[in-house]
């Protein structure tokens, strides 16, 4: 009689335990999950504005050299538009990927943005895009 309660109080401590492991294991790794998936967008969203930055660093430069009557030189467009090239591909690699981490809207301007510098590639200086967007 006394085993019987002694096993009894054991085998309900025991699955107990077991039962407040599971679930802590359980919350555990879901908190694991949202953390990493926040990473994973915070990763994303920051290769977008790194990608950004290379797009326009080179148009940038030109403009202000422009604004004070400067050329840049033929080894600087050079190097600017490796650059732009570089971001633009992380651009799109970043929309494919994206398409599970950004939000609907974010990948809707990023497309309409790609959109409208494609179809302004053909001036060379990137007024038409200026032209264009400006109200």
């Known amino acids: 009689m006394l085993g019987n ?5 054991l085998v309900i401590a025991l ?10 294991t359980w919350f555990a790794l879901l908190r694991f999950r949202k953390e990493r998936w926040w990473d ?19 148009f940038d430069e030109e ?7 400067h050329v840049l030189s033929e080894n600087s467009i050079q ?28 990948i809707s301007a990023l497309r309409c943005l790609l959109r409208d ?3 302004v590639s053909t001036v060379p200086d990137g007024t038409g895009y200026l032209t264009r967007s400006s109200p």
């Open 5 to 9: 309660a002694i096993l009894s109080s």
């Open 79 to 106: 190097e600017h538009g490796k650059q732009y090239n570089s971001g633009r591909d992380e651009l799109i690699r970043q929309l494919y990927i994206g398409e599970f981490l950004l939000h609907p809207s974010t």
């Open 63 to 69: 403009v202000e050299a422009s604004a004070v009557g």
């Open 15 to 24: 699955v107990s335990a077991f039962a407040a492991a599971g679930l802590t």
């Open 40 to 58: 994973k967008k915070f990763e994303s969203y920051a290769a977008l504005i790194q990608a950004l930055h290379d797009m326009a660093i080179g």
């Open 117 to 119: 510098l494609d179809s």
